[in-house]
């Protein structure tokens, strides 16, 4: 890339992040990684020109990128600490992906119901070796694995599985759209049960069982 190159991705990232925070988001941490994580190289070909707009694009398999200030707006209430080890339910294109180990997580595993979409979000972050994309369904009670610090949800469910919860350490947080008086919400929900509802926010319903559709 040449050094005009470089420049005009720069100010595009600035310009990204700046209308995020015209929108009151404000994690410093979260803005600074979603600049220096550039979403078009997780759009699809044809959408790329569209990346960095405040808007859902379409993916492979019927699923979409979910827009950037939604995005920032679930990974501010996750709160993710340095070396936590994170799992993230619905691993789309592996934009929340690559950000959540931007964001210092010690290791990151992804679950995508799509093969087709678990195993490219594989290979674009194949760089990472903290993070591991697997196609499995999040909803069926066995899970991989336990011990998590932080779960993110990128979908919305009308509740939260007992399961998810049994795989969070003490102390550890999930975050996940809740749908709330017909209305899907931020919440933020603690190892122990307690809830925090938050804003309204555009998420796709969370869809269980293996896809069909590859």
């Known amino acids: 890339m040449s050094s005009a190159q470089d420049e005009a991705a ?62 920032a707006t679930m990974l501010s209430w996750l709160r993710v600490r340095e070396g936590q080890r994170v799992m993230e339910i619905g691993a789309g294109s592996g934009y929340v992906t690559a950000l959540l180990d931007r964001l210092g997580a010690g290791a990151v595993l992804s679950l995508e ?5 678990a195993e490219d979000a594989a290979a674009r972050l194949a760089a990472l070796p903290e993070v591991h994309v697997v196609q499995a369904d999040a ?7 336990g011990g998590f610090d932080r779960i993110l949800v ?28 017909g209305f899907c919400r931020v919440a933020a929900i603690a190892a122990d049960g307690t ?18 559709i590859l």
């Open 10 to 71: 720069s100010i595009g990232n600035a310009a990204f992040v700046l209308a995020l925070r015209e929108k009151g988001l404000r994690d410093t941490a979260v803005l600074r990684a979603m600049e220096r994580v550039p979403r078009e190289t997780f759009a699809p070909e044809a959408y790329r020109e569209q990346a960095r707009r405040d808007i859902a694009l379409p993916l492979p398999c019927g699923a979409t990128m979910t827009a950037p200030s939604a995005v």
């Open 154 to 181: 990128n979908g919305c469910v009308d509740a939260v599985p007992e399961h998810w919860l049994a795989a969070l350490e003490p102390g550890g947080r999930l975050v996940t759209g809740l749908a709330v008086d």
């Open 195 to 212: 809830q925090e509802i938050g804003p309204p926010i555009r998420l796709a319903a969370l869809v269980p069982g293996l896809a069909r």
């Open 113 to 117: 119901r799509y093969r087709t979409l």
């Open 139 to 145: 909803l069926a009670p066995a899970l991989p694995d």
